[in-house]
């Protein structure tokens, strides 16, 4: 007898669990991401709508789990880490679901709710550059100077925000490609600084420039900024001038056939006897 009310007991434990945990199931982050620009550094998932908050901690190189400046208990997916992982090492970061009501015994209670991981990230290697601002003085000839400007950064240092230059220092170069325009030769190279010469261009030609921020401490595949906008240098005044002769010469031509034309047909009429026959 004693053991059938066990079994009843269980039975009756056992489905109240089932209902519960089918009524509340606890939303989870999932498809935790990340996307960095410019060592702006967002933290995105997706997760089931609920009342349920989100806090994030993050660890570096396998590190104690800390407290995010900006993202505790918080109901948005996503979560800006930029001033937490502003260091050259590997994060790792824990998104932990929390009831929405306010509790006070944090780490006990937690332990029940799901939490999910990030891949590891490493700013320095991985967070996308941008395309950047440049523009060429001519300085002569066959000379012509590229000065870029360094990219802001998403990270700030008390009111400054700082440059790729700041954060990068030497790493940070940038390669310069370019070519004579309407042809099909490019060349590029790398340079230390953000402005750089470039020499031995053909006089009088127009050439096309483009920059792209490089880093060659990086792995292969994010080595590369993106590519910056064309910047063509203007090509010599013969050319223009060549096409004005163009337009003139055609101008002229046409005003010769319409006045041969003209004068033609003039010819004609008064050949034309029935006009010729009038009396004086
Ligand atoms: C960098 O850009 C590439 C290509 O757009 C993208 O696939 C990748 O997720 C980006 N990485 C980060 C960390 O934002």
Known sequence: MASLKTVLYLGVCLSAWIITYADEKVPKAENVRWVSVDFKTVLHWTTDPSDYKYTVHYASNEGEWRETLNCIQMSLTECDLSSDVKMNSTYNVKIQTEPAIEYDDYSDDLEEYPRSYSPPFNPFRETNISAVKFTVAVVDESRVNVTIT????????????????????????????????????????????????????????????????????????????????????????????????????????????????????????QKDPSQSSTPV
């Open 150 to 269: 360094d990219p802001l950064s998403g990270i700030h240092e008390g009111k400054k925000q700082l440059s790729l230059r700041d954060i990068l220092k030497s790493e940070l170069k940038y390669k310069i490609s370019y070519y004579k325009f309407g042809s099909t030769g490019k060349r590029d190279f790398i340079s230390n600084s953000s402005t750089a010469e470039v020499s031995q261009l053909d006089a009088g030609q127009s050439y096309c420039f483009m920059v792209a921020a490089f880093i060659p401490t990086r792995p292969k595949i994010t080595q590369q900024g993106a590519w910056s906008a064309q910047w063509c240098t203007p090509g010599d005044e013969p050319n223009l001038g060549a096409w004005v002769g163009a337009v003139v010469i055609l101008l002229t031509v046409l005003v010769i056939i319409i006045l041969v034309t003209v004068l033609c047909c003039k010819c004609c009429r």
